[in-house]
């Protein structure tokens, strides 16, 4: 029994140092810098196909966006390629995310308000900034009883989005993901226009284990 206790109280002395070697490597192992030419960058514009007269004007630093008909438009990327540490059979470890301050209710109702933003654009969690339309006011959390509201990024909130729950953060904004070129399509109609837009954009450099780097856009919009 001795010999028994001894052997077991050996063996776990080794799992325990063989641990502290592994996690202390892991600590201070260096990662590569994500991007290939040292500065991750990322170039977003709104594609001539989707919208023949979109243009933009480098003295106001809008987009401008007509409704022609079509009710969307798309916001194409180009992205600087990922160290080959990133890259996973080919897949480079890499998302774009797209939000809006403009929201959409009932196809007649829409206001311009960051209230909760996957990207963080919001004035406050709980939903329950007033928003007037008209004479009536409104506040979001009342609009979500009684139905969703969209945001023209491409997603909703409804009385049965959890707003507080682990996984809620994945829920709003939208994705593209594993590529350098990535694409969006934006929600119009012609009840916006003369409305201004900004739609905010968020690129992870290497979305995984490792030195990562984040970069930050925002495109402002007006529809014409």
Request: glycine residues 6%; aromatic residues 18%; proline residues 4%.
């Amino acid at each position: 029994m001795k010999i028994f206790k001894s052997v077991h109280y050996k063996f776990i002395i080794a799992l325990i140092s063989m641990f502290w070697i592994l996690t202390s490597c892991e600590k201070g192992r260096e990662y590569p810098y994500p991007c290939i030419d040292g500065e991750c960058n990322a170039e977003f514009w709104i594609d001539i196909n989707s919208n023949p007269e979109a243009y933009y004007n480098n003295n106001d630093g809008y987009w401008r966006v007509k409704f022609n008909g079509m009710h969307y438009f798309t916001i194409r990327g180009n992205l600087s390629e990922l160290d080959d540490y990133y890259v996973i059979n080919k897949v480079p470890l890499i998302e774009t995310r797209y939000d809006s301050d403009y929201w959409i209710v009932f196809d007649t109702i829409s206001f311009t308000i960051p209230v909760y933003s996957y990207l963080g654009w919001f004035t406050d969690d709980e939903l329950e900034n007033p928003i007037p339309i008209g004479d009536t006011t409104y506040t979001i959390s009342g609009l979500v009883d009684n139905t969703s509201i969209f945001n023209i990024a491409g997603y909703e909130i409804s009385k049965y989005t959890c707003l507080d729950c682990p996984y809620s953060e994945t829920l709003f904004g939208s994705h593209s993901k594993y590529n350098y070129e990535p694409s969006q399509n934006i929600f119009i109609d012609n009840e916006m226009v003369g409305d201004t837009v900004k739609i905010f954009i968020e690129v992870y450099f290497n979305s995984d284990v490792g030195k990562s780097i984040v970069r930050q856009q925002t495109m402002k919009i007006i529809f014409i």
